[in-house]
């Protein structure tokens, strides 16, 4: 997509978390990062509590809610990864 729009391609691409989830159980609603978490992980939905997300002002809230997000991509990839080799 962002080839398609904004004409660039990207660099250093590694792994995209979502589309191995569609390789392996492409039902819908199964390939988001949170429900993945939980079925590969047992991590429960880490954005309870977490109020305007997305908005200017970054809370401590949402600082935790973006880096635990990284953090489980991150282990959803390797477990991925173990699943593909």
Do not use: P
């Not at 962002?2 to 590694?14: A, F, I, N, P, R």
């Not at 992980?41 to 997300?53: A, C, K, M, N, T």
């Not at 997000?69 to 080799?85: A, I, V």
Request: one cysteine or more; hydrophobic letters at 40%.
């Amino acid at each position: 997509m962002s080839k398609y729009c904004l004409g660039v391609e990207t660099q250093g691409w590694l792994w995209d978390s979502m589309l191995a989830a569609h390789l392996i159980d492409n039902r819908k609603g199964v390939t988001d990062l949170k429900f993945q978490a939980y079925v590969s992980l047992g991590v429960e939905d880490w954005s309870r509590g977490v109020e305007g997300i997305g908005t200017e002002t970054a809370s401590a809230d949402t600082l935790r809610y973006n880096a635990l997000d990284s953090f489980y991509t991150y282990w959803l990839y390797k477990h991925q990864r173990r699943l593909f080799t």
